[in-house]
C-alpha cells in the first residue's frame, strides 16, 4: 500500500474479503463452545497455515505469503472481528517469532525454523516477560551461558502465549548478566530441547481459547548456532520485535472494536424502549456515533503505521496505532456492553465475551503507559 494513501489496494481487498469468509463460515461456528472449554483451536490453524495467514510476513524463499504489513493488519483485524484468541494466537505465530526470524536469523535458521512455521505446521511463541519482569524488560533473570557448542538457558519465562502448543520460540536470555540491557542475547528454542518444560496454563478473564503458559528452562540445552543476531544484540532484537508486533495487537483491537460496533447497532435497532427502538432514542444514538467515528480513527491510524513501518517514526507510530486502538476498543466494548444493559451482562453474549477478550489489549506488548513513554520519548527527541 502506498503510504501516501489509506485505501486497500484491489489485492488487500481481496485478501480481506477471503479472511472474513473464512472466519465466519470455519471459526465463528464453535467460538462460544471453544471460549467456554478452553478448547485450543488446532485444526483451525492448520486451515489458516493452507491459506498462508500464520506465514504472512515471511518471503517466499521460506515458505511464506510474503505479504506486505498492511495486508497482514487486515487478515488479523477480520480474525479478531470473529475471534479474539485465534487472532492473538495467529498474530504472536507471525509477529513474534517468525517475523524475527526472518528479519535477524542467519540462513541456517531460516531454512531449519521458517517453513513449518509459514506453513502452519509449526507454531511460534515469545519469550521476554518474566514473572518479575514485564515493561522493564532489562530486570530479567533467564540466563544463557556457552557450553562448548551449545548454549545452556536457566530461567523461567511467564505469560507466553501458544506455550505448550507452539514447536518454536524466540527467547531472550542474559549471557552477560552485569551488562543490563546490552547483555541480552536472542536464541531460537525449539519446543523439544532438552531442559525445555511448560507449566500449567493461566485462567484468564478473556481469550480463553488461546493458550497462555510459562516456559521453564533448566539447563536448557540448543546448538550454538540457534544464536539470533549477535551475543548482544537481544534488546534491540526484542524492541524492534515489539514495535513491529504492537501492529498485529492495534489490528486485533480494531477487529474487537468493530464487531461490537456492529452488535451494538443490531441491538439498538430492535430493542424496543417507550415504544420505540432505542436505537431512536439520542442518547444511544450520540454512543453510536461516538464509536463508529473512534473505528474509523483506529483503523486509519493502524494502518497508516503498517505503511510505514520500518521507517525513523516507525516505532513511534505503531506504539501511537496501539494505544490508540487498544484504548478506543475498550471504550467501545463497554459502550456496546451498555447498550445491551442487563441482556450484554449474560455470559452467553457475545458482547460480553468481547468485554472480557479486549481488556488485555491496552496490557499485552506494553502497556498504555509504556506506550504514552516510547511516543513522548520520539515526540520529546524531536
Not at 471453544?34 to 485444526?43: N, S
Not at 495467514?53 to 524463499?61: D, F, I, K, P, T
Request: a negative charge; aromatic letters at 6%; glycine letters at 10%.
Amino acid at each position: 500500500m502506498p503510504t501516501s494513501s489509506f485505501a486497500l489496494t484491489a489485492e488487500q481487498e481481496l485478501l480481506r474479503s477471503e479472511v472474513r469468509r473464512f472466519a465466519e463460515e470455519r471459526i465463528r461456528p464453535g467460538v462460544d463452545e471453544r471460549e467456554r472449554t478452553h478448547e485450543f483451536p488446532a485444526d483451525i490453524l492448520r486451515e489458516m497455515g493452507e491459506m498462508g495467514l500464520l506465514g504472512m510476513l515471511v518471503g517466499e524463499r521460506y515458505g511464506g505469503a510474503g505479504f506486505d504489513t498492511v495486508s497482514y493488519v487486515v487478515a488479523v483485524e477480520e480474525i479478531a472481528r470473529v475471534c479474539p484468541s485465534v487472532a492473538v494466537t495467529m498474530s504472536v505465530s507471525n509477529s513474534v517469532c517468525a517475523w524475527p526470524i526472518y528479519c535477524f536469523g542467519s540462513d541456517e535458521l531460516r531454512e531449519r525454523f521458517l517453513p513449518p512455521l509459514a506453513a502452519g505446521v509449526h507454531l511460534g511463541g515469545f519469550g521476554l516477560t518474566e514473572p518479575g519482569s514485564g515493561s522493564d524488560a532489562a530486570a530479567m533473570r533467564t540466563t544463557a551461558r556457552r557450553d562448548g557448542d551449545h548454549w545452556l538457558l536457566n530461567g523461567e519465562k511467564a505469560w507466553i502465549t501458544n506455550a505448550g502448543f507452539a514447536a518454536t520460540y524466540v527467547v531472550m536470555a542474559k549471557t552477560d548478566p552485569a551488562a543490563g540491557s546490552r547483555g541480552v542475547t536472542a536464541f531460537v528454542v525449539a519446543a523439544d530441547s532438552p531442559g525445555l518444560a511448560v507449566g500449567e496454563p493461566e485462567t484468564k478473564m478473556g481469550l480463553k481459547a488461546s493458550r497462555t503458559a510459562p516456559l521453564l528452562l533448566t539447563d536448557c540445552r540448543i546448538p550454538a548456532g540457534n544464536l539470533l543476531g549477535q551475543v548482544g544484540e537481544g534488546f534491540k532484537i526484542a524492541l524492534a520485535t515489539l514495535d513491529h508486533s504492537r501492529l498485529g495487537i492495534a489490528a486485533q483491537a480494531v477487529g474487537i472494536h468493530q464487531r461490537a460496533t456492529e452488535l451494538a447497532i443490531s441491538y439498538a435497532r430492535q430493542r424496543v424502549q417507550f415504544g420505540v427502538p432505542i436505537a431512536r432514542h439520542q442518547a444511544v444514538q450520540f454512543q453510536i456515533a461516538q464509536m463508529a467515528t473512534e473505528l474509523e480513527a483506529a483503523r486509519v491510524l493502524t494502518r497508516h503505521a503498517a505503511g510505514h513501518e520500518g521507517e525513523h517514526h516507525g516505532g513511534r507510530l505503531a506504539s501511537q496505532a496501539k494505544l490508540y486502538a487498544s484504548e478506543a476498543a475498550n471504550r467501545a466494548c463497554y459502550t456496546a456492553l451498555q447498550i445491551h444493559g442487563g441482556n450484554g451482562f449474560s455470559d452467553d453474549s457475545e458482547i460480553s465475551r468481547l468485554y472480557r477478550d479486549v481488556r488485555v489489549t491496552t496490557i499485552y506488548e506494553g502497556t498504555s503507559e509504556m506506550q504514552r513513554l516510547v511516543i513522548a520519548r520520539h515526540v520529546l527527541r524531536g
